[in-house]
């Protein structure tokens, strides 16, 4: 079965750089999460869209910010990188819809900032 | 706000012994509640989630949860342990509304001696 696809899966960037995620939610999901996990740390909910338009926001830094498109893919755009953005993020995808979805994860992208 | 406590950080068992994993959550009303999996350096993987119904859970990989409301309490069980399923586990609580926002606990990471 076809799972959350996230790209890229690995990623190194420089401090004040820029950065995008991209997320594939599984066919037919509506819904797109996005965490954040630091080293050692369990996830932290950063933002969430359902039908393209954002439906929760999280511990998100104002550095970055994130979008569903009319695919149902979504972005997750980060500036000014910071050497504790480092982390896994984590994209996961539901399609029941709130609130009794069940969110199934990506593999995660592991950003490093150096 | 809802929150999740995992009181152990690490538990290591022996091969074919049974298991037992604490979570406590802490919500307004009746949560959902779930058991994520993730082994090192991989995405999570769900376990099982309760949503309302039967307070015994059953998952996947022979694993199992009971819902106790009076404890507020999701303690996920397995008869005997695999040395494949050494991992991280992480409990987490999903709200009602807004599209389903988890929180996580901070995990508990099981070794499983030979």
């Known amino acids: 079965a076809a799972g959350v696809i996230q790209s890229p899966r690995h990623l190194i960037k420089e401090k004040r750089e820029t950065a995008t995620l991209k997320c594939y939610p599984i066919?037919?999901?509506?819904?797109v999460y996005w965490y954040q996990q630091g080293p050692g740390q369990d996830p932290q909910f950063l933002i969430s869209f359902y039908e393209k338009m954002q439906s929760d926001k999280g511990s998100i830094p104002d550095r970055f910010s994130a979008q569903q498109f009319s695919d149902y893919h979504s972005e997750l755009n980060m500036s000014s990188l910071e050497l504790g953005d480092s982390a896994l993020y984590f994209c996961?995808?539901?399609?029941?819809?709130?609130?009794?979805?069940?969110?199934?994860f990506g593999p995660g992208t592991r950003l490093t900032v150096l | 706000a809802q929150s999740v406590t995992q009181p152990d950080i690490h538990i290591t068992v022996s091969e074919g012994a049974s298991l037992e994993l604490r979570c406590n959550y802490s919500y307004g009303a009746t949560p959902y509640l779930f058991w994520y999996v993730q082994s090192p350096g991989q995405g999570l993987q769900l376990l099982l989630k309760y949503f309302s119904g039967d307070t015994l859970v059953q998952g996947i990989k022979g694993f199992e949860a009971e819902f106790k409301r009076s404890q507020s309490s999701f303690n996920l069980r397995k008869p005997s342990v695999h040395w494949s399923d050494a991992a991280e586990y992480f409990c987490?609580?999903?709200?009602?509304?807004?599209?389903?926002?988890?929180?996580f606990g901070d995990g508990t990471t099981l070794t499983v001696k030979p």
């Open positions: 066919p037919r999901h509506d819904t």
């Open positions: 987490a609580v999903g709200a009602r509304t807004n599209a389903g926002k988890s929180t």
């Open positions: 996961a995808s539901s399609s029941d819809g709130p609130p009794t979805d069940t969110q199934y």
